[in-house]
């Protein structure tokens, strides 16, 4: 116990940033893993990107999108302690000289990532270049939280055009590839967008790792709900990935997967968002 | 002439919960003796000695099992005392008694070779060491005992890690801190019990009860460190950096798959990932705990072990009809007699020499059948004793919306791949010699992690047994230095 929260920023209208005390992580923690994280007693286990380790604690973008981040959003301040979180998970990826490194995102959790991937990739020796997609203009987070520090070239798209760029990462990504300036690509966020990506770095031969996002539970290989297509082999996300090669994966099969509790999901938080209407905090 | 004392051939019963009112919640469905019919029950017990009693050459953590009982019964008119004397003897051997009470196999074991077996029933020695357990922790009885256990040391024989907060671990833990070591267990989730408590139901161990037996390991000293993963957040060379010795106790944790067609379909889990969510995240209370769990009408579980069992009987608890699927027949089901009997009381059903060969699903990618190959079995044993079984070539097709596979585990590699220098078997399990040390000097390993797969009880017998060779080891490392 004892892992206080230090910070607490809103991002955009979706998401909002997170700092916890969590030494046993950040004193460990490297590029490409994960932590779990619970609010409370009677929360869920919640898989979380890290957007920076350091000083003994760890930051994270967090989306208000179901009944556990809504609660951390409006029920957890500056000072409270959440009941566990653990890590790092997963394996890390290979920090190494690559050449023109590129790190693609359109949501919450590869947000965190590119940051934390590119300023890495960039300390080794690379051309760092961020894509960063959002939906629109009240979604772009404030321009200290996106990866522009660590990246040589930025590019921030809204699939509606609101801001930046107008469109999405793979079309900013298509021309680059274009331009014979990709050496590997990184990449998260949607996984109907992996998919995509998936298909449009195939054909050329770039090497293609993102963060196969499936529903966990216990985040160290020991239930099997993560599991994957890949390769034609049975992997698990949380032990095996969650940077995975695009290539590889049953992009189809992940998709149905993770939205196995959709229903379930759903319930949760019209109930609790009931819960705080009637209590009066939205 | 002197008069023997009358032997009573029939065990005095233990009252459960009713079928009806059991499966509606997750209520523990035994509930014990009291003093008096414990009374009854150990009286019963003829008191072989202890050089050859074959019930404590059963246990695989060898205790005492005639003292307890001559314990209990030389008190009848003061239990409070009877059980102080009881439980003292127990302790010797096994810190956690209410759990070995409640989740041996203890007809295969203690209970076995019992000599009242031969003619009648045999003493039942699982639930009498569960009431002595129960009735200490009720009555205030623990604390006492506990100040005398503590007695033996202030920590500073040395130091020792213990990954894995399982049987094998918090047992290994138990033993040393009674030597007078400083131990620390490392654990990986959110609470500890391992096994214990994402495995096994309520309905079977109470959380709250295996709860007090961990705050007592506290008592004695042990500390826990939650949400600590070895190999990920701490290295096994670090923990040797700041340890004498190192237990290993991480247990089979990764489970095994059907490699067939429609494994990743929807409403297919693992025993793991059904239980995990029901138990430690009490998915069952869901919305009012967060964590979901979705069952539809008609379940099959795959599989015959304790694990099967858990699964079904929980699943029937969701309000599923449960079908239990196993490819061989019912003698060779190696769950426990007593949780096959609950299960099928509370009516799960069972079909024999089913072997799946395919999950198939619906429009929206959720099982809706599973497709299996009808089996023969053969009058030729393998080496587990049990008969062979071959493909007929009949197929039959079963409907269900919920599939649960329960046909077991192999260890996680977590520290073996970190840890190199660690040798580990084909199957995943480490390597270790007579005393339990693996590869690496002064790290030792016990329970599933070195089996595959077996018992609570052996995983606790492994835990005791690492902790005496840890004891001599670090003694031995003491005298050199």
Same mark, same amino acid.
């Given at each position: 116990?004892?892992?206080?929260?230090?910070?607490?920023?809103?991002?955009?209208?979706?998401?909002?940033?997170?700092?916890?005390?969590?030494?046993?992580?950040?004193?460990?923690?490297?590029?490409?893993?994960?932590?779990?994280?619970?609010?409370?007693?009677?929360?869920?286990?919640?898989?979380?990107?890290?957007?920076?380790?350091?000083?003994?604690?760890?930051?994270?973008?967090?989306?208000?999108?179901?009944?556990?981040?809504?609660?951390?959003?409006?029920?957890?301040?500056?000072?409270?302690? #959440?009941?566990?979180? /653990?890590? !790092?998970? %997963?394996? &890390?990826?290979? @920090?190494?000289?690559?050449?023109?490194? *590129?790190?693609?995102?359109?949501?919450?959790?590869?947000?965190?990532?590119?940051?934390?991937?590119?300023?890495?990739?960039?300390?080794?020796?690379?051309?760092?270049?961020?894509?960063?997609?959002?939906?629109?203009?009240?979604?772009?987070?404030?321009?200290?939280?996106?990866?522009?520090?660590?990246?040589?070239?930025?590019?921030?798209?809204?699939?509606?055009?609101?801001?930046?760029?107008?469109?999405?990462?793979?079309?900013?990504?298509?021309?680059?590839?274009?331009?014979?300036?990709?050496?590997?690509?990184?990449?998260?966020?949607?996984?109907?967008?992996?998919?995509? #990506?998936?298909?449009? /770095?195939? !054909?050329? %031969?770039? &090497?293609?790792? @993102?963060?196969?996002?499936?529903?966990? *539970?216990?985040?160290?290989?020991?239930?099997?709900?993560?599991?994957?297509?890949?390769?034609?082999?049975?992997?698990?996300?949380?032990?095996?990935?969650?940077?995975?090669?695009?290539?590889?994966?049953?992009?189809?099969?992940?998709?149905?997967?993770?939205?196995?509790?959709?229903?379930?999901?759903?319930?949760?938080?019209?109930?609790?968002?009931?819960?705080?209407?009637?209590?009066?905090?939205? | 002439?002197?008069?023997?004392?009358?032997?009573?051939?029939?065990?005095?019963?233990?009252?459960?919960?009713?079928?009806?009112?059991?499966?509606?919640?997750?209520?523990?469905?035994?509930?014990?003796?009291?003093?008096?019919?414990?009374?009854?029950?150990?009286?019963?017990?003829?008191?072989?000695?202890?050089?050859?009693?074959?019930?404590?050459?059963?246990?695989?953590?060898?205790?005492?099992?005639?003292?307890?009982?001559?314990?209990?019964?030389?008190?009848?008119?003061?239990?409070?005392?009877?059980?102080?004397?009881?439980?003292?003897?127990?302790?010797?051997?096994?810190?956690?008694?209410?759990?070995?009470?409640?989740?041996?196999?203890?007809?295969?074991?203690?209970?076995?070779?019992?000599?009242?077996?031969?003619?009648?029933?045999?003493?039942?020695?699982?639930?009498?060491?569960?009431?002595?357990?129960?009735?200490?922790?009720?009555?205030?009885?623990?604390?006492?005992?506990?100040?005398?256990?503590?007695?033996?040391?202030?920590?500073?024989?040395?130091?020792?890690?213990?990954?894995?907060?399982?049987?094998?671990?918090?047992?290994?833990?138990?033993?040393?801190?009674?030597?007078?070591?400083?131990?620390?267990?490392?654990?990986?989730?959110?609470?500890?019990?391992?096994?214990?408590?994402?495995?096994?139901?309520?309905?079977?161990?109470?959380?709250?009860?295996?709860?007090?037996?961990?705050?007592?390991?506290?008592?004695?000293?042990?500390?826990?460190?939650?949400?600590?993963?070895?190999?990920?957040?701490?290295?096994?060379?670090?923990?040797?950096?700041?340890?004498?010795?190192?237990?290993?106790?991480?247990?089979?944790?990764?489970?095994?798959?059907?490699?067939?067609?429609?494994?990743?379909?929807?409403?297919?889990?693992?025993?793991?990932?059904?239980?995990?969510?029901?138990?430690?995240?009490?998915?069952?209370?869901?919305?009012?705990?967060?964590?979901?769990?979705?069952?539809?009408?008609?379940?099959?579980?795959?599989?015959?072990?304790?694990?099967?069992?858990?699964?079904?009987?929980?699943?029937?608890?969701?309000?599923?009809?449960?079908?239990?699927?196993?490819?061989?027949?019912?003698?060779?089901?190696?769950?426990?007699?007593?949780?096959?009997?609950?299960?099928?009381?509370?009516?799960?059903?069972?079909?024999?020499?089913?072997?799946?060969?395919?999950?198939?699903?619906?429009?929206?990618?959720?099982?809706?059948?599973?497709?299996?190959?009808?089996?023969?079995?053969?009058?030729?044993?393998?080496?587990?004793?049990?008969?062979?079984?071959?493909?007929?070539?009949?197929?039959?097709?079963?409907?269900?919306?919920?599939?649960?596979?329960?046909?077991?585990?192999?260890?996680?590699?977590?520290?073996?791949?970190?840890?190199?220098?660690?040798?580990?078997?084909?199957?995943?399990?480490?390597?270790?010699?007579?005393?339990?040390?693996?590869?690496?000097?002064?790290?030792?390993?016990?329970?599933?992690?070195?089996?595959?797969?077996?018992?609570?009880?052996?995983?606790?017998?492994?835990?005791?047994?690492?902790?005496?060779?840890?004891?001599?080891?670090?003694?031995?490392?003491?005298?050199?230095?």
């Amino acid at each position: 116990m004892g892992y206080v929260i230090t910070k607490k920023e809103n991002l955009s209208a979706i998401d909002f940033f997170m700092e916890v005390e969590a030494p046993h992580i950040a004193r460990s923690w490297k590029v490409g893993q994960f932590v779990v994280l619970i609010p409370d007693e009677k929360g869920e286990r919640v898989p979380m990107s890290v957007y920076y380790a350091k000083d003994g604690r760890i930051g994270m973008f967090i989306r208000r999108h179901g009944k556990t981040t809504l609660k951390l959003w409006y029920e957890f301040e500056v000072g409270d302690e #959440l009941l566990s979180v /653990t890590g !790092p998970l %997963g394996k &890390p990826i290979e @920090v190494k000289h690559y050449g023109n490194v *590129v790190f693609v995102s359109d949501a919450v959790c590869a947000q965190a990532e590119s940051y934390a991937t590119l300023k890495a990739m960039k300390e080794a020796g690379n051309y760092t270049i961020a894509i960063q997609t959002f939906e629109n203009e009240a979604n772009v987070y404030p321009e200290r939280y996106l990866a522009k520090p660590v990246a040589d070239e930025h590019y921030l798209t809204t699939e509606d055009g609101s801001v930046g760029i107008k469109g999405h990462y793979l079309d900013v990504l298509r021309e680059l590839i274009e331009k014979d300036k990709v050496d590997i690509v990184f990449g998260g966020g949607k996984l109907g967008s992996l998919k995509k #990506l998936a298909e449009l /770095t195939r !054909p050329y %031969g770039i &090497p293609t790792i @993102v963060t196969v996002r499936q529903i966990m *539970v216990d985040g160290t290989g020991m239930c099997g709900s993560c599991r994957v297509l890949y390769g034609g082999e049975i992997k698990f996300a949380c032990r095996d990935g969650p940077m995975m090669d695009a290539h590889k994966i049953d992009w189809d099969d992940a998709i149905k997967r993770n939205a196995r509790f959709a229903e379930q999901e759903k319930i949760a938080r019209e109930r609790y968002m009931a819960e705080l209407r009637a209590r009066g905090v939205v | 002439m002197a008069v023997k004392p009358k032997l009573i051939k029939e065990r005095i019963p233990t009252p459960e919960v009713p079928v009806e009112e059991r499966v509606k919640s997750f209520v523990e469905v035994n509930l014990g003796y009291d003093f008096a019919s414990a009374l009854k029950e150990a009286e019963r017990c003829i008191q072989c000695p202890p050089e050859y009693a074959p019930c404590i050459k059963g246990c695989p953590v060898h205790i005492n099992i005639p003292g307890f009982l001559k314990a209990l019964r030389e008190n009848p008119d003061n239990p409070d005392e009877a059980v102080k004397n009881a439980l003292r003897v127990i302790w010797n051997d096994n810190t956690l008694p209410a759990v070995t009470g409640r989740v041996c196999p203890q007809e295969e074991q203690c209970e076995a070779p019992c000599v009242m077996g031969k003619v009648g029933d045999p003493i039942n020695i699982g639930k009498l060491e569960r009431f002595v357990a129960d009735y200490a922790r009720k009555h205030g009885i623990e604390e006492e005992l506990l100040r005398e256990f503590m007695a033996n040391g202030d920590g500073t024989k040395g130091r020792v890690a213990v990954v894995g907060s399982g049987p094998a671990g918090l047992t290994c833990a138990g033993e040393l801190a009674k030597m007078g070591y400083e131990v620390t267990v490392f654990e990986a989730l959110h609470r500890p019990g391992g096994v214990l408590i994402y495995g096994i139901p309520e309905f079977r161990l109470p959380k709250e009860i295996l709860d007090k037996e961990i705050a007592k390991l506290r008592e004695l000293g042990v500390e826990i460190k939650l949400d600590h993963i070895v190999g990920k957040t701490v290295t096994l060379e670090e923990l040797l950096g700041e340890y004498d010795a190192v237990f290993i106790g991480t247990g089979a944790g990764t489970p095994k798959l059907l490699n067939i067609p429609g494994i990743l379909l929807d409403r297919i889990y693992t025993a793991n990932e059904f239980l995990t969510r029901i138990n430690l995240m009490k998915a069952y209370l869901f919305p009012e705990y967060d964590e979901p769990i979705a069952v539809g009408e008609k379940t099959i579980v795959i599989g015959a072990g304790n694990t099967a069992m858990d699964a079904a009987r929980s699943a029937l608890r969701l309000g599923t009809e449960v079908t239990i699927a196993y490819r061989r027949g019912r003698e060779d089901m190696t769950a426990r007699i007593e949780e096959i009997h609950h299960a099928e009381e509370e009516g799960v059903k069972f079909e024999f020499f089913l072997n799946p060969v395919e999950f198939i699903g619906d429009e929206e990618g959720r099982v809706k059948a599973v497709k299996f190959e009808k089996m023969r079995p053969l009058e030729e044993r393998d080496r587990k004793g049990k008969r062979k079984i071959v493909g007929t070539g009949e197929y039959v097709t079963l409907e269900a919306d919920t599939v649960i596979i329960a046909i077991g585990l192999e260890p996680n590699r977590i520290i073996s791949e970190e840890a190199t220098g660690l040798k580990t078997n084909p199957d995943g399990t480490l390597v270790v010699d007579e005393n339990l040390m693996t590869s690496i000097p002064g790290v030792f390993a016990g329970g599933d992690a070195i089996r595959g797969e077996a018992t609570v009880i052996l995983a606790m017998g492994d835990g005791k047994r690492a902790a005496k060779a840890i004891d001599a080891y670090i003694r031995r490392k003491k005298a050199n230095a």
